[in-house]
């Protein structure tokens, strides 16, 4: 039996920053879903987001009707089609924000995290690059379905921190891997099957960072069989209401039979 996706998507400036450098797409026809966190500062993180949904948007719809145009990157043997394309356009999204920072010394340093979903037969694929994350819930559940690529997870993965540690640790907002820093960047992907009811959240980390999972979970089930784009003001506004430390930006998929 098919499912349909619903999809929701907001962006909110936050309390305490006085401009928006996040960037959402829901590109339905695609069935690409992406959230990008710009960094630099100076409007210049709004750029590299923009820019990275722009070029993913551009590659998805070039390469829909012309399966065999030529790619820029060698397909990785070990995946499919459909995964080397989303692989692809991040790649190429990475390699314009870096080249137009490269030209621009207005726009050095600029970068964006990036996490996205694409709908393929038989399921989903979820890539990611820096701290944007995927969440998905599933029977009263929440699971993390990326990893950040974040100084503070690789000190958490190289030696256990204390909850204690873990909430001090001074670099908390240092970013290991996110497009724009180099000219070719290392992209994680994974495959879901999602199954009737469940709901996917992909979300910067003006979201995960003042909202707890147990909060997440809350907002989304009490949402359950209601409209999401309720569910995604309501978590932006949970962000809010707990410091709003950062731009926030959410974005729901959930699956219907």
């Keep these: 039996m098919a499912l349909r996706i619903e999809v929701a998507g907001e962006t909110n400036v936050g309390m305490k920053r006085n401009h928006n450098e996040d960037n959402f797409s ?87 995290t990036l996490v996205t979903m694409f709908a393929v037969e038989g399921g989903v694929y979820v890539a990611h690059v820096g701290d944007s994350r995927v969440y998905r819930a599933r029977d009263a559940k929440l699971e993390l379905l990326t990893e950040d690529h974040s100084l503070l997870n690789d000190y958490i993965k190289m030696r256990r921190l204390t909850p204690e ?37 992909l979300c910067s980390d003006g979201l995960s960072g003042p909202v707890t999972d147990d909060e997440i979970l809350e907002i989304v089930t009490e949402g359950q069989g209601q409209d999401l784009k309720r569910s995604a003001s309501r978590l932006i506004e949970r962000a809010n209401e707990n410091g709003g430390p950062d731009n926030i930006t959410v974005v729901l998929a959930r699956w219907v039979a």
């Excluded at 722009?54 to 397909?75: H, I, L, N, Q």
């Design 165 to 201: 540690e873990i909430a001090n640790f001074p670099h908390k907002n240092v970013i290991v891997r996110a497009l724009g820093m180099k000219d070719t960047v290392k992209v994680d992907t994974r495959f879901e099957q999602p199954r009737a009811d469940d709901l996917y959240l």
């Design 26 to 112: 829901i590109i339905e026809e695609s069935g690409l879903y992406i959230v990008a966190d710009g960094m630099g500062g100076h409007a210049s993180g709004e750029v590299a987001s923009k820019m990275a949904v722009d070029a993913m948007r551009e590659f998805f719809v070039a390469t829909a009707d012309d399966p065999e145009r030529t790619w820029p990157y060698k397909m990785d043997r070990s995946k499919g089609y459909e995964e080397n394309r989303l692989i692809t356009a991040i790649k190429l999204a990475n390699l314009r924000i870096y080249e137009s920072a490269q030209r621009d010394a207005k726009q050095r340093g600029m970068g964006t």
